[in-house]
């Protein structure tokens, strides 16, 4: 996963807010952006490490 | 008895008749009255319910009675513990609005069972996402060796209650490190039994797959007993494992021989002051750990646990978010913001990698018995402090401070943190063993503790001329 661009950081802002239905001040935004870009830049070190296809997740359900 | 006596020195005092629960209840009442004005570390005191409870002990011991393996010895729980009567704050102002709680937190209730006295519920960083011990709302808890420092967080107010010497045993959580930071910043002893060992019932969580709750005191047998106290299967708490208890304190004059101990290299001792290398290499030398083992992939299993607690709070959260974001902590807002925009499968991915990791450190139990790690990468910054200078470089304070303990709590590992008196301020070592071995831990503590390797100093300030 590439680092994102500002501009993009913007759009998944919004566009999550409008899907979650989270009212952002504008004030907030660009503290709002910086933590998701943190985020998804430890989110890329995690999607890049290869696992096999049969790789469980931790939490498991018992049913 | 003296403000500095253990636990254990306490119970052995009133079960004995020496002294009455009520008088070392009214002292500890007193020393918060006093004490707490500039720490700061707690946000109720339950001065009725603490005397009520402290004369049905002394009713009981003078009726021959037994009165608990704690008897009289006054204990708080960090404000994300349900106390009936009171509304559980877990550090935010939204909670306020709760309705008080009917009942207490499942291990506030084992601890009074054993005999303990609830004082009060002590101040955290909102939401426990945090790291300072900082609060908008309450104030930041003020670290006793200190007060112009952070005690560490989130349990901010359980460090600086147990280490300002208001109560000897407190009550904390570490999702990421929450105890353990605390314990460091603060000289203390801190344990984060196994995932699922000890209940949570009655709680307000904060991730659930990585919450745990746990002790902080002055000496490993307080925290031994303390934890023995609340051992055992809670079908309240899902995650609460179906366990027979197994008691630590009677297995800890075993100390360390025939102990395999390692220390943890590579990831573990990038971004470590001279402080933090200072105290690991003196605990490493104490106990005669030569070898030196890598933790594979700790940097990605750090990243891992940040992905998965920023979208779990979000979840958590969100309806606060979308009602009340206006209230939060600022800071704490915008993390779970940004955690509620984070792409669904890299959160799946990082569940996975997660079981891949276990497997990998499990893997690595089985030629040493305990790993050593530091606790923090350095001593307790000042209050307000926003970054940090490591390996020559300024680097922002707040996500740094959880580096060593994230990548162990990720997977649920029982870890002891043990207080190396440094001068001018303490810092903590992490003694690490695998699932369910928290006697191990415990006793490489003891050890350590009864070489004056590691002791939990007494602030200045109450030091006697």
Known sequence: MAEIESAALDQIVDASAAVLGLAIEPAWKPEIRANLAVTLRLAAMVDEFALPDEAEPAPTFEA | MRAWA???????????????????????????????????????????????????????????RPVGPLAGVPFAVKNLFDVAGLPTLAGSRINRDRPPAVADAALVGRLEAAGAVLV??????????????????????????????????????????????????????????????????????????????????????FVASLDHLGPLAR?????????????????????????PPEPALPALGRGSDGLRIAVAGGYFRRGASPEALAALDRVAGALGAAREVEIPEAARA??????????????????????????????????????????????????????????????????????????TPFTAPRIGQKTMMLDGAEVPLRPN?????????????????????????????????????????????????????????????????
């Not at chain 2, 060992?197 to 307000?204: E, K, V, W």
């Not at chain 2, 990243?303 to 979308?322: C, K, N, P, Q, W």
């Not at chain 2, 984070?342 to 893997?363: D, T």
């Open chain 2, 302 to 375: 750090r990243a891992a646990a940040f992905v998965i607690s920023t979208t779990e709070g979000a979840a958590l959260h969100l309806d606060r978010l979308r009602t009340r974001a206006a209230d939060f902590d600022p800071a704490v807002r915008d993390r779970l913001l940004a955690g509620a925009m984070v792409p669904a499968p890299l959160v799946v991915k990082a569940q996975k990698f997660r079981r891949w990791y276990r497997a990998q450190v499990l893997q690595l139990f089985e030629s040493v018995d305990a790993i050593l790690a530091p606790a």
């Open chain 2, 219 to 243: 000496s490993v047998g307080d925290l031994a007993l303390t934890y023995d106290a609340m051992q055992g299967h809670d079908p309240d708490d899902p995650v609460c494992v179906d366990r």
């Open chain 2, 6 to 64: 253990t636990a254990g020195e306490i119970a052995a005092a009133v079960a004995g008749g020496a002294t009455s629960a009520v008088a070392v209840v009214e002292a500890a009442l007193a020393r918060i009255g006093e004490r707490d004005k500039i720490l700061n570390a707690f946000t109720a005191v339950t001065n009725e319910r603490a005397l009520a409870r402290a004369r049905a002990i002394d009713a009981d011991r003078a009726n021959g």
């Open chain 2, 401 to 465: 401070i959880g580096i060593f303990t994230q990548p162990i709590s990720f997977i649920g590992l029982p870890v002891v943190a043990v207080p190396v008196p440094l001068e001018p301020l303490p810092i903590g070592v992490q003694i690490i063993a695998a699932p369910w071995r928290e006697d191990i831990a415990l006793r490489i503590a003891h050890a350590l503790e009864k070489s004056k390797t590691v002791a939990a100093p007494v602030p200045p300030e109450r030091r006697a001329p």
């Open chain 2, 120 to 205: 009060g519920a002590l101040n955290m960083g909102e939401y426990a996402y945090d790291f300072t011990g900082e609060n908008v709302h309450d104030g930041p808890s003020r670290n006793p060796h200190d007060t112009s420092r952070m005690t560490g967080g989130s349990s901010g107010g359980s460090g600086g209650a147990v280490a300002g010497g208001l109560v000897p045993i407190a009550l904390g959580s570490d999702t990421n490190g929450s105890i353990r930071v605390p314990s460091s910043f603060c000289g203390l002893f801190g344990l984060k039994p196994t995932y699922g060992r000890l209940s949570r019932a009655r709680t307000f969580p």
